[in-house]
Every structure is written in structure tokens, then in C-alpha cells.
């Protein structure tokens, strides 16, 4: 795939993916991965839980809200959907405020790691949360943060620059394109104002 920087600039957020199994090593290493993340304090409040159990990935589907710029045409069709899930927890016995920002750290380590592997992830943060609990018979103590989706990809998404709107949309052929600010508008050196 190429540098971490590569990686980086190449990943894409993905909703639609190919209906093959993810390798149990590959999913292990993408949690290792969010385990070794930075965390504030090192408390590590972070707990994840793996989903590939095909019955339980079919059951959290409905718990997940995608693309809200482009519904319903940003929701995976039945053959496109998911294979896996992990789902990011954060432990309030262990941190009682601002695991979202440990949360966040891990969940990059997934998203990257998973791109190097050749696996397409989805970061989703609008989820049933109460539902996706009891699914998974997950204690009181635990906050459900996010759900990554994974699979391998079925979609080639494309980067646009953009001043305008950040709005992603799906052009006449079923590509999506992701508008990213440019950096010129949002990077300053030494003092807010001044330019590169």
C-alpha cells in the first residue's frame, strides 16, 4: 500500500463492501493497534468488542444510520454490506469524563491500520446505542463510543478539494466523491493569518 503517509491520503471512508470474510488475525491486529494508541494519562479506557458472527453482523445493521448527505444512497445494499463490526466502548469505571477523545485516538489506529490491510472501514457515530447493547449483552459500565464497519471494499471513493460545501455526493456513474477543505484555507504558520 505504501508510507503511513500514503495510507493516510488514500483512505476513504467506505459503504459498500465486497461479501468475503475478514481473516481472525487481521481483525486482532487492527484492535492491537487501537490498544497501543496515545491515551490521556495512559488510563486506557478503551474496551472493543469483535462482530463476525454473521447473524449478530446482521443484527447490528439496523442499529447503524449511514451517509446522512446522500440516504438512502449511501446505505450498503444487502449484498454490499458489512462483514464485520468492532465496536469501541469506553469504560466508566475507568474514565468518567473524556474517553471520546481515547476513543477517537484508537479508532484512527483501526481506520489506518485496516487501509494497509486492504480492508475498507466506515466510522459510525450515529448508532442505537441502547439496542446495540443489549445485542451484545454489553454491562452498564461500558458507553458504546462508536461502530467501525469493515470489509474489504466494493467502492472506489474519490477526493475532492473544496472551499465550499463539505457535503460528499454520488455523480451519474455511482461514484462518491468526498470534498476535503485545502489545506491553504486552514494551515497557518507561527501566527493565526499568515500563510505558508
Not at 486492504?118 to 466510522?123: E, K
Amino acid at each position: 500500500m505504501g508510507s503511513v503517509y500514503e495510507i493516510i491520503c488514500q483512505r476513504r471512508s467506505i459503504r459498500r463492501f465486497q461479501n468475503r470474510p475478514l481473516p481472525d488475525d487481521v481483525l486482532q491486529r487492527l484492535v492491537n493497534a487501537a490498544r497501543l494508541a496515545p491515551s490521556g494519562a495512559n488510563i486506557q479506557p478503551c474496551v472493543y468488542v469483535i462482530v463476525d458472527d454473521r447473524e449478530l453482523v446482521d443484527a447490528l445493521f439496523p442499529c447503524l444510520k449511514w451517509a446522512a448527505y446522500i440516504a438512502p444512497a449511501g446505505n450498503p445494499p444487502q449484498a454490499e454490506r458489512p462483514v464485520a463490526y468492532i465496536i469501541v466502548l469506553v469504560d466508566l469505571h475507568r474514565k468518567k469524563k473524556g474517553g471520546e477523545v481515547d476513543a477517537a485516538a484508537a479508532i484512527e489506529n483501526i481506520l489506518i491500520s485496516a487501509w494497509g490491510e486492504g480492508i475498507g472501514t466506515c466510522w459510525l457515530g450515529a448508532v442505537d446505542r441502547k439496542q446495540i447493547k443489549s445485542i451484545l449483552r454489553i454491562p452498564h459500565h461500558l458507553v458504546v463510543n462508536s461502530v467501525i464497519a469493515l470489509g474489504y471494499p466494493n467502492e472506489c471513493p474519490v477526493l475532492e478539494e473544496t472551499r465550499d460545501s463539505i457535503k460528499y455526493w454520488k455523480d451519474k456513474d455511482g461514484i462518491l466523491h468526498v470534498p476535503k477543505r485545502r489545506s491553504e484555507d486552514i494551515v497557518f504558520r507561527n501566527k493565526y493569518g499568515i500563510k505558508l
